[in-house]
C-alpha cells in the first residue's frame, strides 16, 4: 500500500529558529511531491509542488528537497515567525492514478 | 475570485439523516475532489471528478454520493449519516492537464466540520 510517512509528529521552536522536517513515502510509480500548510481550522495550502527531476524549491523561507532515489523530501523553515506555527503536510501523486496520498503532519509550534 | 468555497461550516446531525455539503469553485477547474480529515491521519479521498457528468470513486466511497451537473460545483451527499462519518470534509479543486497522475496545484475549500450523534 503506498504510504506517505513524516516525522516529527509536532515540534516546538523558538522564534528566529531554523527547523526541518522530514517525509519518506513508498508511493510508486512517482509523479510528483507536495508540500501544503494547513492553519488551525484552515484548508491546506500549496507551498511547493515538486517532480522526479527537481531536488530543490523554494518558497520564500521555505525550501523542499527531494531525493527520488531514496525517496525521502525535507521542508526547511529558515527565521521562523509566529505566523509559521501550522501543521505541514507531505503529498505524493502517484503516476497514472488521478490520486493524492497524504500523510498525517508535522504540528509546528513556534513559540516568541 | 472566491476560490472554493464550502457551506456549511459546522454541522450537526442525528443517525440516520441525509445532508448535503456543498462545494462550489469559480477558477473554471476541471478536476474537483472531495476528503475527509479525521485526527492523526492524513487526508482521505472520498470521491473525485474530472469534469461535468464525470465523477469516479476515490480512497473512502462508502456512505457517500457525488454529482457534478457543472462546472463550477460538486456537492457531496451523506445517504444515511453514521457516527463514523463524524470528521472535518474538505473540497479542492485544480485544472486538469491529462495524463492519470494530478500535476497541478489544488486548492482547497475552509472546511465542513460534521458531528454525527
Known amino acids: 500500500k503506498n504510504q506517505v510517512e513524516q516525522s516529527p509528529q509536532s515540534l516546538i521552536i523558538l522564534e528566529g529558529k531554523n527547523c526541518t522536517l522530514q517525509?519518506?513515502?513508498?508511493?510508486?510509480?512517482?509523479?510528483?511531491l507536495r508540500w501544503y500548510k494547513q492553519d488551525t481550522g484552515r484548508g491546506p495550502v500549496s507551498l511547493t509542488i515538486?517532480?522526479?527531476?527537481?531536488n530543490t524549491k523554494s518558497n520564500g523561507r521555505y525550501t523542499a528537497t527531494l531525493d527520488a532515489d531514496t525517496k525521502q523530501s525535507s521542508l526547511h523553515i529558515t527565521a521562523s515567525q509566529l505566523s509559521d506555527s501550522a501543521s505541514y503536510i507531505c503529498?505524493?501523486?502517484?503516476?497514472?492514478?488521478?490520486?493524492?496520498?497524504f500523510g498525517s503532519g508535522t504540528r509546528l509550534q513556534v513559540q516568541p | 475570485n472566491a476560490g472554493v468555497t464550502q457551506t456549511p461550516k459546522f454541522q450537526v446531525l442525528k443517525t440516520g439523516q441525509s445532508m448535503t455539503l456543498q462545494c462550489a469553485q469559480d477558477?473554471?477547474?476541471?478536476?474537483m475532489s472531495w476528503y475527509r480529515q479525521d485526527p492523526g491521519m492524513g487526508l482521505r479521498l472520498i470521491h473525485y471528478?474530472?469534469?461535468?457528468?464525470?465523477?469516479d470513486q476515490g480512497e473512502v466511497p462508502n456512505g457517500y454520493n457525488v454529482s457534478r451537473s457543472t462546472t463550477e460545483d460538486f456537492p457531496l451527499r451523506l445517504l444515511s449519516a453514521a457516527p463514523s462519518q463524524t470528521s472535518v470534509y474538505f473540497c479542492?479543486?485544480?485544472?486538469?492537464?491529462?495524463?492519470?497522475?494530478?500535476?497541478?496545484?489544488?486548492?482547497f475549500g475552509p472546511g465542513t466540520r460534521l458531528l454525527v450523534l
Open positions: 479542492a479543486s485544480s485544472y486538469s492537464t491529462g495524463g492519470g497522475a494530478i500535476r497541478e496545484t489544488q486548492y
Open positions: 517525509c519518506n513515502y513508498t508511493v510508486s510509480p512517482f509523479s510528483n
Open positions: 515538486m517532480t522526479f527531476s527537481e
Open positions: 503529498v505524493v501523486s502517484e503516476a497514472g492514478r488521478r490520486a493524492l496520498t
Open positions: 477558477m473554471n477547474h476541471e478536476y
Open positions: 471528478s474530472v469534469g461535468a457528468g464525470i465523477t
